[in-house]
């Protein structure tokens, strides 16, 4: 199944697809810091190309004959995090990514992005485009926790199918979902040499201290040292700040299930840490294209017994 990864990022959905089986042949990203990181990391291109600019954007996919177009059209103008606006320009990138899959229509797509999204008027446009154009849609919010990541991040899954009937994969994404949430510590083990770490929180009204034996909340794009005189809130996992430290950029990677073998070469502090933050962890991108790789295979058992 022949992939090309649109607003790839550093590459998180791309290398979980790989690892499914799926066979990425091209991505596309307009952050060049992003571009230089997935340069290193993978074999096949990635283009740094402006996909609002969506008639050449076509073009040049075609050439690459997807079966499957994938991507998370940045989400900041969707996020809880600040203020929003999805009418901003990153919003206009959810009706860019809608467009190309129609000027190409591969039979498969799959975007990722913020839960917040599923309340926007942009994602109900974009729906209704590839509607008319004859895909039908399973469409489903998935944490990842449960999903083989360390981690508490809610996303919203869209995957459309061309002739196809609506909740086409419900039940192949909630038949895999593990029973309970995946900690820090059923990942890691004690590879991190810490027993709580501070991650620093939006409010004094919420926690800041966590522990290895409870999933880690999302992984966002600012990573500070403890505070002079920080107050403890009632739900911190430990009152003993001696034993207590902020999580490095690569420790937040591995997290977002990022192998040890990923290169981050290139990068200044804030960059790396926004780049970490804003990537799709790879074990949940994994989960889905083993989900998808499923259905396929037994849609082709089914057609194979009919004849």
């Not at 995957?159 to 900690?183: C, E, H, P, Q, V």
């Amino acid at each position: 199944m022949r992939a090309v990864d649109l607003f790839s990022g550093c590459g998180g959905l791309s290398l979980g697809l790989q690892n499914a089986g799926l066979e990425v042949v091209a991505a596309y990203e307009y952050w060049s810091a992003a571009v230089k990181l997935y340069q290193q990391n993978f074999d096949h291109p990635v283009f740094e190309f402006d996909l609002t600019d969506v008639e050449n954007a076509v073009d040049h996919i075609k050439q690459f004959s997807p079966d499957i177009i994938v991507g998370g059209p940045p989400c900041q103008d969707f996020s809880s995090a600040g203020k929003r606006n999805e009418n901003g320009t990153r919003g206009d990138l959810t009706i860019s990514f809608a467009k190309i899959v129609i000027g190409v229509l591969p039979n498969w797509f799959l975007m990722e992005n913020v839960e917040r999204i599923k309340k926007t008027g942009v994602f109900a446009e974009a729906k209704n485009l590839l509607k008319e154009a004859g895909y039908s849609f399973t469409e489903m919010v998935l944490d990842a926790s449960k999903c083989g990541v360390p981690q508490k991040r809610k996303r919203m899954i869209l995957i459309g199918r061309l002739d196809s009937y609506a909740d086409f994969l419900k039940y192949g994404l909630l038949s895999r979902l593990a029973n309970k949430s995946m900690t820090i510590r059923d990942y890691l083990g004690d590879q991190l040499n810490t027993e709580h770490y501070y991650r620093h929180a939006r409010s004094y009204a919420r926690r800041g201290i966590f522990s290895i034996d409870e999933p880690s909340p999302t992984i966002r794009g600012v990573n500070r040292p403890i505070p002079p005189g920080y107050v403890f809130h009632e739900g911190d996992s430990t009152k003993e700040l001696e034993h207590v430290r902020p999580l490095t950029a690569i420790e937040r990677s591995y997290i977002q299930t990022f192998p040890r073998t990923f290169i981050w070469n290139g990068l200044n502090k804030t960059t790396l840490e926004q780049i970490i933050g804003n990537a799709v962890p790879v074990n949940l991108a994994k989960y889905v294209g083993d989900c998808i790789l499923a259905y396929k295979e037994e849609e082709s058992g089914i057609l194979q017994f009919a004849k």
